[in-house]
Nanobody, 130 residues
Framework: QVQLVESGGGSVQTGGYLRLSCVVSGFALDYFAVGWFRQAPGKAREGVSCRANSDGRTSYADSVKGRFTISRDSVKNVVYLEMNELKPEDTAVYFC???????????????????????WGQGVQVTVSS
């Protein structure tokens, strides 16, 4: 059974740092891509970052490029999202996810994910104050 559990959220001030963790079970990171998504109140869910399993290619939303870094530990089955220079607009519930279907381009998946059929964690709150 596929399970994803996020942790590491919290409240920080503008310019702060957080590292989110996603512990996965039921599949091996060597064979499945994992991504991070976020959803602010009243806003649509958006892709933040993802990492392909095959070649390790990473993709980032323009809004976080240069500030966020995705990485993984395939032995521990953990995916991380390091968030630097946090801004109030980063405030959202952050989800980790893995796609239900195969994608040849996971940068595409980051922008065309399936909220109903992909596998999602429960989400973790990140709040950035001014």
């Amino acid at each position: 059974q596929v399970q994803l559990v996020e942790s590491g959220g919290g409240s920080v001030q503008t310019g702060g740092y957080l590292r989110l963790s996603c512990v996965v079970s039921g599949f091996a990171l060597d064979y499945f891509a994992v991504g991070w998504f976020r959803q602010a109140p009243g806003k649509a869910r958006e892709g933040v970052s993802c990492r392909a399993n095959s070649d390790g290619r990473t993709s980032y939303a323009d809004s976080v490029k240069g500030r966020f870094t995705i990485s993984r530990d395939s032995v521990k089955n953990v995916v991380y999202l390091e968030m630097n220079e946090l801004k109030p607009e980063d405030t959202a519930v952050y989800f980790c996810a893995t796609p239900r279907l195969f994608y040849s381009d996971y940068g595409y998946w980051l922008r065309h994910f399936d909220e109903q059929n992909d596998y999602w964690g429960q989400g973790v709150q990140v709040t950035v104050s001014s």
